[in-house]
């Protein structure tokens, strides 16, 4: 459904003649409402007029306000295809996810490393970061992402560069590598994770151009797909 | 039937909660995050709360994994089940960053207790205004009446 502004009145008498269209509609469903959810709907339509809002948490009201209305406006819905959203990822998201999922291999894989160098138990490591030992676990077996703070947290608890933790970690944050190449003022990179599995065989790594593989703070080795290594 | 999403793509362990975005909520998260990246990275931390640690009641703040949570305070007596998690990376360009969830039982047919997303967003002053307060308010009761009430 298109949002209509409360600050923006249509000024054509068409515009007017469409938004009074939606208006009915959100009418009528406001009248089968009950009275908890008019009371809501009415709190959050005074909150507009009583605050100075910019445009995102505007956005937010009027999506509060649909989220109420879903029950009385069904009929008028597209059926949801799903319960969840997050269930399913679309291939994009499920790209983006794979290349996440890299990232937090190799940085538990680092971690690992360097605790066992270090002779650091996962509960002396949580007490130094500040997190419980359940954290650091599941960091371990990468069901948890960790923030950057918790990174820089880390490498200062094992006195070690933060770079050498986490790939591409970056001045601005942690940048997808074609960001990073960007950053670094080289050809953006238009291959993906899922085209290095395809190309990259051991041994046959070294192929991979080097103005793609930004030094010191990524190795090649990272690249290659645990599948591959165990193969190999 | 849902499926669990606990334990996301590359993880191995399982929380003991379900966590579900409110359609309110993936509105702002994408209205506030356009590159995919972005919302995957969110995605992942709201995801954290599947492994919420069970606290007394009385216990008013703690950690969800690396982050941060409290519950939110203001919000009419009766509503006691709504917290903000805090994110303390800058994500798309944005820092201050919070994840109001709704803990909540979970509805009928649904494996598992309940984390609902209300909203994303980032957080401008110290406190949750009126606006932010009646936000979560309506959007809670949007999910009970949504996803739990029989009519």
Redesign the interface.
């Known amino acids: 459904m298109e949002t209509v502004k409360v600050e923006s009145i249509p000024r054509t008498f068409e515009a007017l003649v469409a938004a009074c269209r939606s208006f009915v509609e959100i009418h009528k469903a406001l009248a089968k409402a009950d009275a908890d959810t008019r009371a809501v709907v009415d709190e959050l339509v005074a909150a507009i007029d009583s605050e100075a809002m910019d445009v995102t948490e505007l956005e937010s009201v009027f999506a509060a306000i649909a989220q109420v209305m879903i029950p009385y406006l069904e009929d008028s819905l597209e059926p949801a295809t799903q319960a969840n959203p997050w269930d399913t990822l679309s291939d994009e998201e499920k790209r983006v996810a794979q290349e996440m999922d890299m990232e937090e291999e190799t940085f538990a894989r680092r971690l690992a490393a360097e605790m066992e160098v270090k002779g650091v138990t996962q509960t002396e490591l949580a007490l130094r970061v500040g997190v419980r030992q359940s954290a650091i676990s599941m960091m371990l077996s990468r069901s948890c992402r960790p923030q950057r703070r918790t990174v820089e947290k880390i490498a200062q608890a094992l006195n070690v560069e933060i770079g050498s933790l986490w790939p591409a970690y970056g001045v601005t944050g942690r940048e997808s590598l074609p960001e990073k190449a960007l950053m670094r003022g080289r050809e953006p990179m238009t291959w993906s994770y899922s085209e290095l599995d395809l190309s990259l065989t051991p041994g046959l790594h070294a192929r991979l151009p080097k103005s793609l593989v930004p030094d010191s703070v990524f190795d090649v080795d990272d690249l290659i797909p645990r599948a591959v290594k165990d193969a190999a | 039937m849902?499926?669990d999403?606990s334990?996301?793509?590359?993880?191995?362990?399982r929380g003991t909660y379900?966590?579900?975005?409110?359609?309110?909520a993936?509105?702002?998260a994408r209205?506030?995050f356009p590159r995919?990246?972005d919302?995957?990275?969110i995605?992942?931390?709201a995801?954290?709360l599947s492994?919420w640690?069970d606290t007394p009641p009385s216990v008013n703040s703690g950690?969800a994994?690396?982050?941060d949570w409290e519950w939110v305070k203001g919000l009419p007596k009766n509503v006691t089940d709504v917290g903000e998690l805090r994110?303390?990376?800058?994500?798309g360009g944005f820092n201050n960053l919070r994840i109001i969830f709704y803990k909540a039982a979970p509805p009928f047919g649904?494996p598992k207790n309940m984390m609902w997303i209300l909203?994303v967003?980032?957080k401008k002053r110290q406190d949750f205004?009126?606006?932010d307060l009646?936000?979560f308010?309506?959007?809670r009761?949007?999910?009970i009446?949504?996803y739990y009430?029989v009519?």
């Open positions: 849902i499926e999403n334990s996301d793509s590359g993880g191995v362990l379900h966590v579900c975005p409110s359609e309110a993936l509105h702002a209205k506030l995919k990246r919302l995957m990275e995605r992942r931390h995801l954290k492994h640690p950690q994994l690396d982050l994110i303390d990376d800058q994500i649904w909203d967003f980032q205004s009126v606006a009646a936000r308010k309506a959007v009761h949007g999910v009446t949504g009430a009519r």
